[in-house]
């Protein structure tokens, strides 16, 4: 038994230490510039996503589901909050951030409870199309932010010291294409130490060593000056504790732990495919639910699992919890005792990495097979992604519901051709109908049509012995053929229901069709 639990805590966090610290850090240097811009997103001060991240990513690598996942502020839950924080401002100055942490607390109490009502499971329901298509809007997404840092955005006409302007474009352009370089070059040569690190370092040392001035990751916003603290955002100088305060936090709840567990799931299902292993959604599900009550106690905002730093640590060798744990406390450390370098990162190497991140989370082998795969998989793909893009802001949640539903859609009319009617003049007064198949509400209309309701002969046979009646719409397309025969003198027989489907027919209409 000892030597059981040993070889699983070496499985989960020691297996390979070095690659999961090396790629740890490198996530860290990703997840800081996006962890404030969803600050900015959710309308709270940048330490309230920094904090966020560093305690989901602590909490998560302890109690999550998925080992390697990452953990942290997103862009998608961020979008949630932006009315939530406002509302509170408008009770009183200060309030939006203490409502934001009371809904951080009711998303990780509805999470632990949908993990625990296996919610996961409906995961099943969401075909492989839905997936490409929200991986590609997320990828594109990714790309589209990093434009502005490009000196190609458009909303903004005047100079911002945050984004390049005048000489500095073509300046930044060249450092991204060196780390571009540097990212996919260097892999060819070593793989020893993570290509995105020697990027950030490398375009680092240009910019010092050149006295470049470019706009870097002190443009942001301003970084904490010290750790998280415990604070219960009830009570004096917090929210009341009451009805009021729950009814205004719960749809906001409500939505981020249900959004926030669907890119959760998405990303898992990323990356057990990645790795070749399965992991527990549910447990991952409880886990997340944990970890954002962690973060809000602690002064942080709410969060998932993030697709692309997900991806970055898994292709950079991070495999065990070690890499996740690592990469909260890198952040954490990088912000506080190496504060003054890392401001002077110029946000032109931090392009090149999250530009590598869009491609490596785009589903590039699916594009390439466009041609192969079938079109109603195409159109799940394509609608997806044009509802992802198309919405303003960009909701990936509405995107994939809208992907399920024409999945649904289109599922449904190859199912309903799944019922076949065979007839067979056994002579001129006798018809036979043999059925096979599964009759239920989509199948019901392909059903009546394979009868010729016109033609009353004398007797008429209908053999059921091949099919299942699920429904009460395949009762009632049944006793609808049945009806017209006798109402136009047949005599109709019916043989072959299974004791399931005879049982439902009775039920629910059959006896009175029958004296019809």
Request: proline letters at 4%; glycine letters at 10%; one cysteine or more.
């Amino acid at each position: 038994m000892v030597q059981r639990s040993s070889s699983t805590l070496v499985s989960e966090w020691f297996n390979n230490p070095s690659k999961d610290l090396l790629s740890g850090l490198v996530v860290a240097f990703a997840m800081i510039p996006e962890a404030i811009a969803f600050s900015g997103i959710a309308g709270v001060d940048p330490q309230v996503g920094l904090f966020g991240a560093f305690c989901l990513s602590l909490t998560i690598a302890v109690v999550g589901g998925r080992r390697a996942m990452i953990t942290s502020a997103t862009g998608s839950t961020a979008l949630l909050m932006t009315g939530l924080v406002s509302s509170g401002e408008a009770i009183g100055p200060g309030l939006g951030v203490q409502y934001l942490m009371v809904a951080g607390l009711v998303t990780g109490l509805l999470q632990i409870l949908w993990g625990y009502l296996r919610l996961a499971y409906q995961m099943r329901f969401v075909p492989q199309g839905v997936l490409s298509g929200f991986v590609n809007a997320l990828a594109l997404l990714i790309f589209q932010a990093q434009l502005p840092q490009l000196g190609l955005d458009l909303h903004h006409s005047e100079a911002s010291a945050a984004l390049p302007h005048g000489g500095q474009i073509p300046i930044v352009w060249g450092l991204v294409v060196l780390g571009l370089l540097i990212i996919y070059g260097l892999p060819r040569l070593t793989r020893i130490v993570p290509s995105q690190l020697v990027a950030i370092v490398v375009l680092t040392a240009i910019t010092l060593g050149l006295n470049l001035d470019l706009p870097s990751v002190d443009s942001l916003g301003k970084l904490p000056e010290g750790l998280p603290s415990f604070s219960i955002p009830f009570g004096e100088g917090g929210v009341p504790f009451n009805l009021e305060t729950l009814g205004l936090v719960l749809p906001t709840a409500l939505a981020i732990s249900l959004v926030g567990l669907m890119e959760t799931f998405l990303t898992q299902d990323i990356l057990d495919d990645k790795t070749d292993i399965t992991t527990d959604k549910n447990v991952e599900a409880r886990g997340q639910g944990v970890a954002n009550i962690v973060a809000s106690l602690f002064g942080g905002m709410a969060g998932c699992a993030l697709v692309g730093q997900s991806v970055m640590n898994i292709d950079n060798g991070g495999r065990t919890r070690l890499s996740t744990l690592f990469s909260g406390v890198s952040l954490l450390a990088m912000i506080l005792l190496a504060g003054s370098w890392l401001k002077q990162i110029p946000m032109a190497a931090l392009v090149a990495v999250m530009i590598s991140i869009a491609v490596s989370t785009a589903d590039l082998n699916g594009l390439r097979n466009l041609r192969r795969i079938p079109k109603s998989d195409t159109s799940v793909m394509l609608m997806t992604f044009a509802v992802t893009m198309l919405t303003t802001p960009h909701n990936l949640a509405l995107g994939v519901l809208a992907g399920v539903a024409l999945a649904g859609i289109l599922f449904s009319r190859k199912v309903a051709k799944v019922i076949q009617v065979e007839t067979i003049d056994l002579n001129d007064q006798e018809r036979l109908y043999k059925v096979t198949g599964q009759l239920f509400f989509v199948s019901k209309v392909y059903f009546i049509q394979g009868f010729d309701l016109h033609d009353h002969r004398q007797r008429i046979t209908i053999d059921m012995g091949s099919a299942h009646i699920w429904d009460q719409s395949g009762v009632a397309a049944l006793d609808q053929v049945m009806r017209k025969f006798r109402l136009g003198g047949s005599q109709v027989d019916l043989v072959g229901l299974n004791d399931e489907s005879l049982d439902l027919f009775e039920r629910i209409g059959g006896q009175e069709s029958a004296h019809a």
